[in-house]
């Protein structure tokens, strides 16, 4: 017990530091290494999360950023945006690539925590810092969905072109979420989760966007 508990504290401290360290002086870089400019705003504020909980915190405009806990399968949250009125979409999904596998917006226990190696987590996974796009309206969402669908699963070259074109118009914005916390659970069990953690989230919005969405609708 006494060497589970040593072992818990070191991964926390861990963590802790890699976050700190990993936030930039000034702002955050963004997707892909985009830095912001004088045209964007930032909206920020820190949460934290429980096994088995979700969070949610509401942005202005009345969009709603949560992460929504994974039960099933392995263990994690996910992050998503939406609208309260449309609460099964997901504004995130639809502009963050890659749009197969591994993707930022999963945060699952075996991206940090592996068995034997356990602290170590996966090579191959996103780590504390994670870099994500979002729309801002249904009808931005809607076009994303379906512009992605037929690039996903095209019925010719020249349609997923064609999807492509358009998937790449829509207007979106840049999300960054930064663990600085991580308490990990079932420490010397086949079962390795994550029982909390403490993040900041950064979201950067255009002040001057054009508006494709139509009057009215739920936005930032």
């Known amino acids: 017990m006494t060497e589970e508990v040593n072992l818990r504290r070191i991964l926390v401290i861990r963590y802790f530091l890699i976050g700190v360290l990993l936030i930039p002086a000034g702002t955050a870089s963004l997707l892909r290494g985009e830095v912001s400019d004088a045209n964007q705003s930032r909206f920020s504020f820190s949460g934290e999360v429980s096994r088995y909980e979700d969070y949610q915190h509401e942005l202005p405009g009345g969009l709603v950023f949560t992460l929504e806990f994974i039960g099933y ?3 994690g949250w996910a992050i998503r945006i939406f609208d309260p009125a449309f609460p ?6 639809v502009v963050t690539p890659p749009y197969n596998g591994i993707n930022a917006l999963q945060i699952y226990s075996w991206h940090f925590l592996e068995g034997e190696g356990i602290g170590q987590g996966s090579v191959n ?3 504390e810092e994670r870099r994500f796009r979002f729309v801002t309206c249904k009808h931005d969402y809607d076009d994303a969905f379906a512009s992605l669908s037929s690039m996903l699963w095209p019925e010719s070259p020249e349609a997923k072109q064609a999807a492509t074109v358009v998937h790449d118009g829509i207007p979106c914005e840049n999300g960054v979420l930064r663990i600085t916390e991580l308490v990990p659970g079932g420490i010397g069990s086949d079962s390795a989760r994550i029982d909390y953690i403490v993040f900041d989230v950064d979201l950067f919005i255009q002040e001057n966007i054009t508006d494709s969405c139509s009057t009215g609708e739920t936005g930032i």
């Open 73 to 75: 399968g392995p263990e």
């Open 88 to 93: 099964f979409d997901n504004f995130c999904s």
């Open 125 to 127: 996974a996103p780590g």
